[in-house]
């Protein structure tokens, strides 16, 4: 028992340092999310004036209103309502599985920090475009929303930040990743 531990100790310290920051960053923002309740947060009410801004650029004319019983922003085109953005939507969680990675994979340094910071404006854009082209097969496809929604966007916004990791752990750390 005692070799299993000192051959796996890196990885099973990893792990329970991401489990760790993992569970209380979403505690926390699930607290965050309450305090707020019956309205919607401020974060997925900025997504969605961002999401506006977006699409009033591209042409459309769109507005934000709260849901009148859910805690959710409704986006509307010339008054008629197209989606609605929860707090799921605005790529928070996402970036506490990032961060939480992030925190547990090695050391603090100053490119660390900054490719954290990289990261989530990179998820926080990522997430505005998904919203935006959510918004748009809403309007002109609206049979294929569910399937977008479910399971094209959740693969590629978890892709992007694999790929993140991949960038992290293999091309931009440091510290090489000894390996085999």
Wanted: charged fraction near 10%.
């Amino acid at each position: 028992m005692l070799s299993i531990w000192k051959e796996f100790r890196p990885s099973i310290l990893f792990l329970m340092k991401f489990l760790g920051i993992y569970l209380a960053a979403n505690v926390l923002y699930g607290l965050f999310i309450e305090s707020y309740k019956p309205w919607p947060d401020p974060i997925t009410e900025t997504v969605s004036n961002h999401t506006c801004l977006v699409l009033n650029t591209v042409g459309y004319s769109t507005a934000i209103a709260p849901h009148p019983t859910l805690p959710s922003v409704i986006i509307r085109n010339y008054g008629n309502s197209v989606i609605s953005v929860y707090e799921g939507c605005n790529s928070i969680n996402v970036m506490i599985v990032f961060l939480a990675f992030m925190l547990a994979f090695g050391p603090f340094s100053k490119r660390k920090i900054l490719f954290m910071g990289l990261g989530l404006v990179i998820i926080y854009l990522l997430n505005l475009a998904r919203v935006t082209f959510l918004f748009w097969v809403a309007e002109s496809m609206p049979d294929y929303l569910y399937f977008v929604h479910k399971y094209v966007f959740t693969a590629m916004i978890y892709m992007v930040v694999l790929v993140m990791w991949y960038l992290w752990i293999f091309r931009i750390n440091e510290k090489p990743v000894v390996s085999g």
